[in-house]
Structure formats: C-alpha cells, structure tokens
C-alpha cells in the first residue's frame, strides 16, 4: 500500500516549498523512501525537491497531462 500526503496552503508564499524540503530532507536522514511529486508549473522546486530527497522529483501538471495524470502518478509512487 502506498501511503502518502499532500502540503497544501492558503496562498502562495506561505510556506509549503520550505515545509516539503525539511520534511523531505528529515525522511532521507532516517532512511524513509519518498518520492516527492510537485503540482503545477513552478519547475524550480523539483531540483530542489530532488536536493533535499536524493530522488527526482515528477512534475504533474493537470492542464498539460489530462487524463493520463493518474497513471504517471502511480507509476513513480508504487517504489516509494
């Protein structure tokens, strides 16, 4: 089973990028395997997701994917 969760916030600027790398760099350090997904098109958090999890992180956009948003999202989730 895979088991995950979803930061979301109120607005931008209001902390979910700082809230995700420490929570993804504290799951690295204790030997927890994540796979970090980022939604939208702010690209530069997916290196940075990839600096704190050691992981690439996956890009799902709504608008550009559609429908195949769902299998893309469990074919990286499946080895977390």
């Given at each position: 089973?895979?088991k ?6 109120t ?29 939208g ?7 940075w ?7 690439d ?13 769902e299998?893309?999202?469990w074919?990286?989730a499946?080895?977390?």
């Amino acid at each position: 089973m895979v088991k995950g969760f979803i930061i979301a916030g109120t607005h931008s600027g209001c902390g979910k990028t700082t809230l995700t790398l420490g929570i993804l760099r504290t799951f690295k350090n204790r030997g927890i395997k994540v796979q970090p997904f980022k939604i939208g098109p702010d690209y530069i958090d997916t290196s940075w997701h990839k600096n704190a999890s050691g992981v690439d992180s996956v890009n799902l956009d709504l608008f550009s994917m559609g429908e195949e948003i769902e299998a893309w999202f469990w074919k990286y989730a499946k080895n977390s």
